[in-house]
């Protein structure tokens, strides 16, 4: 599968007569920062939840770090990092109980843990808030920590839902030279975003509508496609389009 770490073919997921997720294909490479774009109800938290190996598909196959999302979906959880727009931490442990606590979540050894906790915590000048309640920390420090936990194992793919919502523009571009790291590192990004200029920092794009995956391609490729200047201007374009109701 050379440097492809997501591969679904015809991806399916029905309740009952709804099809909220209807045969989609597509594929995203290694190091890849991939949008995954759609208006409230267009499928792709649903998409995002099969992927995760957290919902198992109706129909369709779907691999995901060399793993089947619908006979290995415990594999795919161990190699994957996630983080959601709930910041994915408990607020009312401190800040290295959260990293340690999910550390061993992802099967890490308590020594390998230690080690890279000071290092981590050093990297982002969080040494001194090390003690801290995770509710006493301000939203952006807590958005940093959520991500570089997702990351902390080193995983081959971490799945973003709306990581930046509700913070400030400077903040969410922090967040984002974080992701651009992470990429270099070798780790691929798949991101879901409401924020259109969000998905011109992405290596490419797919919008979807009601279920399918109406457009996929690079921003600037999208942009002239669709006669627009802006990364808005397709979103909008695309979504008008939509029949079903938000969820």
């Given at each position: 599968m050379n440097n492809t770490v997501i591969q679904t073919n015809q991806l399916t997921k029905k309740f009952g007569s709804f099809t909220a997720v209807d045969h989609i294909s597509?594929?995203?490479?290694?190091?890849?920062?991939?949008?995954?774009?759609?208006?409230?109800?267009a499928g792709k938290t649903t998409a995002?939840?099969?992927?995760?190996?957290?919902?198992?598909?109706?129909?369709?196959k779907g691999m995901v770090a060399?793993?089947?999302?619908?006979?290995q979906s415990e594999e795919v959880k161990k190699h994957i990092g996630y983080m959601s727009q709930k910041f994915s931490l408990?607020?009312?442990l401190k800040v290295w109980e959260n990293i340690r606590l999910f550390a061993g979540i992802y099967g890490?050894?308590?020594?390998?843990?230690?080690?890279?906790t000071d290092e981590l915590l050093k990297r982002l000048e969080f040494t001194d808030e090390r003690n801290t309640l995770v509710s006493?920390?301000?939203?952006g420090w807590?958005?940093?920590?959520?991500?570089?936990?997702?990351?902390?194992?080193?995983?081959?793919?971490?799945?973003?839902?709306?990581?930046t919502g509700g913070v400030d523009p400077a903040t969410r571009r922090q967040f984002w030279e974080m992701i651009y790291q992470a990429a270099d590192r070798g780790i691929t990004v798949f991101v879901t975003t409401h924020y259109m200029d969000e998905a011109e920092y992405c290596n490419r794009v797919s919008i979807m509508v009601d279920g399918k995956i109406e457009a996929l391609d690079t921003p600037h490729n999208l942009k002239?496609?669709?006669?627009?200047?802006?990364?808005d201007g397709v979103f909008q374009q695309l979504a008008r389009k939509a029949t079903r109701n938000a969820d």
């Open positions: 597509f594929e995203v490479k290694q190091g890849e920062i991939f949008g995954f774009l759609g208006a409230n109800g995002m939840r099969m992927l995760c190996g957290l919902s198992k598909p109706t129909s369709g060399g793993y089947d999302i619908y006979k408990y607020d009312d890490m050894k308590d020594k390998e843990i230690a080690g890279k006493q920390l301000p939203l807590k958005q940093k920590l959520a991500f570089s936990v997702a990351i902390f194992h080193d995983p081959k793919i971490v799945f973003l839902d709306e990581p002239q496609q669709f006669h627009s200047p802006t990364m």
